[in-house]
């Protein structure tokens, strides 16, 4: 991409914000009420998460087995169904049993947050060099999720109660507080 075009795509995102700046405004008040409801009741929170993701895999099952039964003759059939049937299978099973759900999905934001932990880690000491001050920065938001998996492990099995809805809220409110700050900017910059 050339300093032009890019130039031109930061253009246009710009005007798109300060075009439609009452959307982003609304969206991020909602963001950040939806947030603080679900750092305020964590648990309620973590089960809609587990129950999104439960039709999110039932519904694409279902899309994938329809759409691999119409491709008969593709190469990967089989493949393709193993996978579509697993995505139903596993939807089913977070639906009729969203707290297994929970709990798996509260194994899985674990295992995110040490990998994720350690891969800024090493990234923030590979570029300790090149990046001055400012990978220190990046070393300690590594720290700050490792911190976070061993604070969930050491808390299982309560943790798995609010753990995910809290985390979810907190990001919901941080997206929400931004989309507000860059729509009022956009308001500001405005003729």
Not at 20 to 28: S, Y
Not at 152 to 163: D, E, H, S
Not at 173 to 184: K, R
């Amino acid at each position: 991409m050339t300093n032009q075009s890019f130039d031109t795509a930061r253009d246009a995102i710009a005007r798109t914000v300060r075009d439609h700046w009452k959307l982003f405004l609304i969206e991020g008040i909602i963001l950040v009420v939806l947030g603080l409801l679900a750092v305020a009741v964590p648990l309620l929170a973590s089960l809609a998460v587990t129950m999104l993701f439960g039709w999110l895999f039932l519904i694409s099952g279902i899309v994938g087995l329809i759409t691999t039964f119409s491709m008969r003759q593709a190469p990967g059939f089989w493949w393709s169904v193993l996978s579509a049937v697993l995505g139903i299978l596993v939807g089913g099973l977070l639906l009729a049993q969203p707290a297994l759900g929970l709990v798996t999905l509260t194994y899985v934001l674990i295992a995110f947050f040490v990998v994720e932990g350690l891969a800024t880690i090493m990234f923030a000491l590979d570029h300790r060099s090149k990046l001055s001050g400012r990978w220190g920065w990046m070393l300690v938001s590594g720290i700050v999720d490792l911190f976070l998996a061993a604070i969930i492990l050491m808390g299982l099995p309560g943790t798995v109660a609010w753990a995910l809805g809290l985390i979810v809220g907190i990001n919901m409110v941080f997206g929400g507080g931004s989309l507000i700050a860059m729509a009022l900017s956009a308001r500001s910059q405005m003729p």
